[in-house]
């Protein structure tokens, strides 16, 4: 039974004069964002706000990649050679890393977003060419995916890579969360329930019922649900009250090397 988990959220997504989601009202819930970097959505003035607004926040900074889907938000998948997804992953990161750097901060983990995570967990090539485009920008970055493709690709490149937990989505017999084409709302009571349950038994039901094993060190809570503010305050204030530490990404994977 973990004492503390980290929570991650997406944002940054919003693109041109097209706004979406509550950026700077959700950081005050999660230590932890994923910043989308321009190919399912985001484009270099809404990455430069988001980066702003994290530091103002204090916040660790992740870079959300994609497959390049903007009319699909990046919930399509793609068939595409290895070597293109190792470039995709490389134009991406590299682009959110030049505003981090400007900012005086350091980028912190890497986060397929939508098809492309489970393009990745499903697929070891594919895995692979995100872990490697990573160790040739930072050997320090995290990879935030899961699945039975990622093991070999960790060993192969020495890329660390964890799993995370879904509590505003449905998950999958096979343990892949249900891709909403368009984010609908949860509520939040039920949400932070599983958060919970998610800490203290390392479980959740699949659609069908089965049980699945969810052990995982960090909880995503998706930005683009229009009560995504809701959901995440309730997140948030149930795991506190059950005395449950919400943590930075950092400590949380330094405290289990302890």
């Given at each position: 039974m973990r004492k503390r988990i980290n929570l991650n959220c997406d944002m940054g997504e919003s693109y041109g004069r097209w706004t979406l989601g509550h950026d700077g009202e959700l950081m005050e819930f999660v230590p932890t964002i994923n910043v989308a970097c321009g190919f399912h959505a985001g484009d270099p003035h809404v990455m430069r706000r988001t980066v702003e607004l994290a530091a103002a926040?204090?916040?660790?900074?992740?870079?959300?990649?994609?497959?390049?889907?903007?009319?699909g938000f990046g919930r399509r998948r793609f068939t595409i050679t290895a070597d293109e997804l190792r470039d995709y992953i490389t134009y991406q990161v590299g682009a959110l890393l030049a505003f981090v750097q400007a900012a005086g901060l350091r980028l912190r983990h890497v986060k397929p977003h939508g098809a492309l995570f489970a393009m990745c967990g499903e697929s070891e090539e594919y895995a692979q060419a995100l872990l490697g485009a990573?160790?040739?920008?930072?050997?320090?970055?995290?990879?935030?995916?899961?699945?039975?493709?990622?093991?070999?690709?960790?060993?192969?490149?020495?890329?660390?890579?964890i799993p995370e937990g879904y509590?505003?989505?449905?998950?999958?017999?096979?343990?892949?969360?249900?891709?909403?084409?368009?984010?609908?709302d949860w509520d939040p009571a039920a949400v932070a329930e599983r958060a919970v349950?998610?800490?203290?038994?390392?479980?959740?039901?699949?659609?069908?019922?089965?049980?699945?094993?969810?052990?995982?060190?960090?909880?995503?809570?998706?930005?683009?649900?229009?009560?995504?503010?809701?959901?995440?305050?309730?997140?948030?204030?149930?795991?506190?009250?059950?005395?449950?530490?919400?943590?930075?990404?950092?400590?949380?994977?330094?405290?289990?090397?302890?």
């Open positions: 926040a204090d916040v660790e900074i992740g870079a959300h990649v994609a497959v390049p889907d903007l009319i990573m160790r040739a920008l930072d050997p320090e970055l995290v990879a935030i995916v899961g699945g039975p493709g990622v093991a070999a690709a960790v060993a192969a490149t020495g890329v660390r890579a509590v505003d989505l449905a998950y999958q017999p096979n343990g892949f969360p249900v891709l909403e084409r368009a984010k609908r349950r998610i800490v203290r038994e390392g479980r959740l039901d699949a659609v069908d019922g089965s049980p699945l094993t969810v052990d995982v060190p960090t909880i995503c809570v998706h930005g683009d649900a229009s009560n995504a503010l809701e959901v995440a305050r309730a997140v948030r204030e149930r795991l506190e009250a059950e005395g449950i530490d919400v943590v930075p990404l950092a400590r949380m994977l330094r405290d289990e090397e302890e």
